[in-house]
């Protein structure tokens, strides 16, 4: 989940969580923070392990449907769209 700023990652005491966030990125200018409990995305709820691996093996769609939840137990649900990517070719 590079691509959008934010690395996810599975454990037996947290479920799947965001891991981490890079700043600036889409995921932290969507609210997105380190430690915040996914639902959902896209289609795949997350409810054990084994759902953690199926979506690694479905990988990224784009849009991102993303369905948290906060420290406070609020959910939150979010649509995640990669920014273009302009490259400029600049000459001596």
């Known amino acids: 989940l590079n691509s959008f700023g934010m690395s996810i990652n599975y454990s037996n005491e947290k479920g799947t969580y965001i891991q981490s966030v890079i700043e600036g990125s889409i995921a932290e ?18 409810n054990s392990e084994s759902d953690f691996c199926n979506y690694l093996i479905q990988k990224k769609k784009d849009p991102m449907r ?27």
């Open 66 to 92: 993303i369905k948290l939840l906060n420290q406070n137990k609020d959910t939150l649900n979010l649509v995640l769209e990669k920014s273009p990517i302009i490259s400029t070719l600049i000459k001596p």
């Open 29 to 46: 200018n969507n609210g997105i923070a380190p430690n915040m409990e996914i639902l959902k995305i896209n289609d795949l709820y997350f």
